[in-house]
């Protein structure tokens, strides 16, 4: 009974301490292509012009999320495409600041909480479902920075 009592405990000294994490699927880049290297936008919405510069024509805008090629870049803009399909697909210009270029990605095999900060301790920002796939932003050994629809947060490994 005593040591039954005492393997419960620390079950739930475990759970409450955050020591048992989430394993989940970590997806590498994916290196260049036959026409250049993917990216996904970063922001709500992302301009793509018809030359390298600000005040150029608006062909397009992307919402976040959407998965792009990057073909060339230059003086922090990249020449775009929308699939890989060149030929059929609107290119342009789009500011590099709001994408991420040939990410790894996360997926969660299970909920995840996010945190604001590396630390289980730290406000919870969101609670990903199962098989929600998320950019990798930065590994920092035991957590990962992801992009959360314009901001970031958090993961434990």
């Known amino acids: 009974m ?7 405990l620390t079950l739930m000294i ?22 250049g290297l993917s990216a996904v936008v970063l922001c ?3 301009t ?6 600000t005040n ?5 805008a992307l919402e976040y999320g959407r998965r792009i090629i ?12 929308t699939s890989d399909d060149v030929d059929a697909s609107p290119a342009g210009y789009v500011r590099t600041d709001y994408i991420v270029i040939d ?3 996360y997926k969660a095999d299970a909920e995840t909480p996010v945190y604001a900060w590396n630390d289980t301790a730290a406000l919870k920002v969101a609670l990903l479902d199962k098989d929600t796939t998320l950019p990798i932003l930065k ?3 035991d957590w990962l920075v992801v992009s959360l629809r314009g901001a970031s947060g958090w993961i434990r490994k």
């Open 103 to 105: 990410p790894a990605w």
């Open 139 to 141: 590994d920092y050994g």
């Open 14 to 35: 475990i759970a409450v301490l955050g020591i048992v994490t989430v394993h989940a699927e970590i997806i590498p880049p994916y290196g260049e292509g036959q026409i």
């Open 70 to 81: 990057v073909m060339k870049q230059e003086d922090g803009w990249a020449y775009i495409c």
């Open 48 to 53: 793509v012009r018809e030359a390298p510069r």
């Open 2 to 8: 005593k040591k039954r009592l005492i393997t419960i």
């Open 44 to 46: 709500e919405s992302l």
């Open 56 to 60: 150029a024509g608006i062909l397009d």
